[in-house]
């Protein structure tokens, strides 16, 4: 796709751009807004980069931030099609689109946003693997709330992947965002996970822990934590816990 921009039809390539957005089966993604928008501006000589003058450098200045503002312009004349099309798209097609349009969202009005968050959820069996695992652990956001429960259960119900891998990463990602939406349920997979484990579990993990009673040591509460979870005494369990060693007796 990126070859497009040395190509001395680009206004030809924008046109086929364009219409395929309107193809049942074909996905617009991320990418390829941003390459059709990239195409146009660049295609068009008013919105060449100025030369910089030393003398005058608050032209150069000016320049960027409209450049920025028109990018956005034409980003979101593309993505006004993009939604019109959407009904049309079947299968994987339109889950990614779906996908494209909720990472576009600050372009989209509110109501809008919102009906593209509740497609995004409902096209989830569609979505390949890598994006589901991309939205659990970089883009909860996109997605997040309590209609997220069921998928992000069933996410976690499936064996459990070798340790420090990417998979991995996303299970803990996916418990972690369990917990945020049911405490007692995340805290329980929580548990579990270490036990069978046998290691650490990540940081952002401290949250899960029940808070420590009034009054109670770090290294008697550490304790405590090393046993319900059958965990090796070996662990660093003031960085499990977001505590600091000045904690110990």
Request: neutral net charge; proline residues 7%.
């Amino acid at each position: 796709m990126f070859g497009l921009f040395g190509s001395p039809y680009r206004a030809d390539a924008i046109a086929a751009m364009q219409r395929e957005i309107n193809n049942p089966d074909h996905p617009i993604t991320q990418d390829f807004l941003h390459t059709l928008t990239k195409l146009q501006i660049n295609a068009d000589t008013l919105w060449d980069p100025p030369a910089y003058d030393s003398e005058h450098p608050e032209v150069s200045q000016d320049y960027w931030p409209k450049r920025q503002t028109h990018e956005r312009e034409l980003m979101q004349a593309s993505i006004a099609p993009t939604v019109a099309a959407l009904p049309q798209k079947t299968g994987r097609a339109h889950a990614l689109t779906v996908q494209a349009l909720a990472e576009s969202s600050d372009l989209l009005d509110v109501s809008t946003a919102a009906q593209i968050r509740k497609q995004l959820i409902a096209a989830w069996g569609d979505l390949p693997e890598k994006t589901k695992q991309e939205l659990i652990q970089y883009r909860w956001p996109l997605i997040a709330g309590p209609d997220m429960l069921s998928i992000l259960r069933d996410f976690v119900s499936r064996p459990a992947p070798l340790f420090r891998t990417m998979d991995a990463m996303a299970r803990d990602a996916a418990i972690q965002h369990i917990y945020e939406l049911s405490a007692g349920e995340g805290r329980s997979l929580f548990f579990a996970t270490c036990a069978t484990r046998g290691h650490s579990p990540p940081f952002r993990w401290s949250n899960c822990y029940p808070p420590m009673s009034s009054g109670q040591s770090f290294r008697k509460r550490s304790q405590e934590l090393r046993r319900a979870t059958l965990v090796s005494s070996t662990i660093t369990w003031s960085n499990c816990m977001g505590t600091h060693r000045r904690w110990l007796e």
